[in-house]
């Protein structure tokens, strides 16, 4: 049970890339935190440093309250699971799970015993005699993981486990990940770029873009309340709309000027604006309604399934992502308008910071 704490940790590569800038994070003792960001972002180093691999150029890292900057990474105690997985080719599974047991000493009994628990708790009992080539992805995937919580971790390292295996099984995997972590109440720091898998697997998430953690919430807070604009366009898809407004007075009225047409506000997104002249509007698709009107054009519609996803061009050329409800009988080429859910759009400075 380990709370890990990142207190001001930079890591700079040879060659000087900034991988990671002054991050400070907490994830608590048993909480699932994933780290979310685009690719090239410092997740997978900062996941490194937290297993001991690689070592911070600066700042601390700890396990509850003790600094394990120079901690050795056999010494950690942690269990790590990656994206191809690693398992050992010429090992059955048994001896795959087993493996690590066998480094730490574990008596025979002890180790044939937490096998066949764990084996039976990812119901892979009936693979135990097989190699890992025999084995399907989402089968070697679960040994995978099978390995990491035979070695009962204080810490599960999870660097896109689920990334390659298909969809179907990974949205099965990933049930059974989450169910898991809650059982075992293993502090787990899970890796990935995925937007969706991250709403649904995490307490907590914390977003990264270049270096730079950029929001730390739940679920609900970043879908629902994103600090910037960057948060507000990575989480949620299709993703949201972030339209350039200027801000206008007239007769005690507030209005946004956007998208080639005019808008009127609120008061209570009024009162948010006053003092800027520019802002950036943001509106997720579910908030963007489409009406009777004059200006805007239905440019493409898309049947998702359940919903469909319309772009639909404005005045000044902007397509709106728009999704709308299944009854919706908007073809391509109406001539409509657009308002909007107020009570859910947010508006940002031009820096991409909230307006509180
Ligand atoms: P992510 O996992 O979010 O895709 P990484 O942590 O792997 O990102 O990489 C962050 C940045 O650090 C990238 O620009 C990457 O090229 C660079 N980087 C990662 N590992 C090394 C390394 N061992 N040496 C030099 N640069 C690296
Ligand atoms: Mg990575």
Request: charged share 25%; net charge neutral; with cysteine.
């Amino acid at each position: 049970m380990v709370r890990v704490v990142l207190e001001n940790v930079s890591k700079t590569f040879k060659g000087g890339v900034n991988a990671v800038k002054n991050l400070n994070l907490t994830i608590n003792d048993k909480e699932f935190m994933v780290l979310l960001g685009p690719s090239g972002c410092g997740k997978t180093t900062t996941l490194l440093m937290i297993a001991g691999v690689y070592k911070p150029t600066s700042g601390y890292i700890y396990f509850d309250d003790r600094i394990v900057n120079d901690l050795e990474p056999k010494d950690r105690n942690v269990g790590m699971v990656f994206q191809s997985y690693a398992l050992y080719p010429h090992m059955t599974v048994y001896e795959n799970i087993a493996f690590p047991l066998k480094l730490k000493k574990l008596p025979k009994g002890e180790i044939d015993r937490r096998v066949k628990e764990v084996a039976s708790m990812l119901r892979i009992d009936n693979l135990l005699d097989r190699y890992p080539r025999q084995l399907s992805g989402g089968q070697q995937q679960r040994v995978a993981l099978a390995r990491a919580i035979a070695k009962q971790p204080d810490i599960f390292l999870m660097d896109e486990p689920l990334s390659n295996l298909d969809a179907k099984i990974r949205v099965e995997v990933r049930a059974e990940l989450k169910r898991l972590q809650r059982e075992l109440g293993i502090t787990t720091i899970y890796v990935t770029h995925d937007q969706a898998e991250a709403l649904s697997l995490a307490d907590r998430i914390a977003v990264m873009n270049e270096g730079v953690l950029q929001q730390v919430g739940t679920p609900d807070d970043l879908y629902n309340r994103p600090a910037n604009t960057f948060v507000a366009g990575f989480i949620g898809s299709p993703a949201a709309n972030l339209v350039d407004a200027d801000v206008v007075e007239a007769g005690g009225e507030y209005y946004l000027e956007m998208l080639g047409s005019r808008f009127k506000l609120p008061s209570d997104l009024a009162a948010i604006v006053k003092g800027e002249s520019r802002v950036i509007f943001m509106v997720r698709p579910e908030d963007v309604k489409v009406v009777e009107g004059q200006g805007f054009l239905v440019y493409s519609v898309e049947w998702l399934g359940r919903e469909a996803l319309a772009h639909v061009r404005a005045p000044d050329g902007t397509l709106l992502r728009v999704l709308l409800p299944p009854e919706s009988k908007l073809t391509i080429g109406a001539e409509v308008s657009v308002t909007f859910n107020y009570a859910k759009v947010h508006v940002y400075k031009p820096s991409g910071e909230l307006i509180a």
